[in-house]
């Protein structure tokens, strides 16, 4: 379905208006559309996107936190840190230092078995 591919491909700055304006729905067809074809609602399919997206930037890029809530298209970096806190239960920086320990005591280990 276009008006997916279209919000997976801006999910960084689109809003459910700026969908109703494009594709000629109301904002309350275009809900029922998405729920209908994801089982999620818009503002939860994007902030799906942001948070996969975010904690990809938290394992593999030195940005900080505050770069990578701008760069996923945040406008507070509290709101980023309440809804990453909601997904992941941890915040964004917990979260980073979580998988560094994860990593290296998997590689410590390994080296020990060696």
């Given at each position: 379905?276009?008006?997916?591919?279209y919000?997976?491909?801006?999910?960084?700055?689109?809003?459910l208006k700026e969908l109703?304006?494009?594709f000629?729905?109301?904002?309350?067809q275009?809900?029922r559309?998405?729920q209908?074809a994801?089982?999620?609602?818009?503002?939860e399919?994007i902030?799906n996107?942001k948070?996969?997206l975010a904690?990809?930037?938290l394992?593999?890029?030195t940005?900080?936190?505050?770069?990578i809530s701008e760069?996923?298209?945040?406008q507070?970096?509290n709101?980023?840190?309440?809804i990453?806190?909601?997904y992941?239960n941890?915040?964004?920086?917990?979260?980073?230092?979580?998988i560094?320990r994860?990593?290296?005591?998997?590689?410590?280990?390994?080296?020990?078995?060696?």
């Amino acid at each position: 379905m276009y008006i997916l591919r279209y919000m997976q491909a801006n999910f960084k700055t689109v809003s459910l208006k700026e969908l109703s304006n494009l594709f000629n729905y109301s904002e309350r067809q275009l809900q029922r559309i998405i729920q209908s074809a994801t089982g999620h609602t818009f503002i939860e399919n994007i902030q799906n996107q942001k948070m996969k997206l975010a904690s990809e930037l938290l394992i593999h890029s030195t940005l900080s936190v505050s770069e990578i809530s701008e760069r996923i298209g945040f406008q507070s970096l509290n709101n980023f840190r309440k809804i990453f806190f909601k997904y992941f239960n941890m915040t964004p920086s917990e979260y980073r230092g979580q998988i560094f320990r994860e990593f290296y005591s998997c590689h410590t280990l390994h080296a020990v078995l060696k």
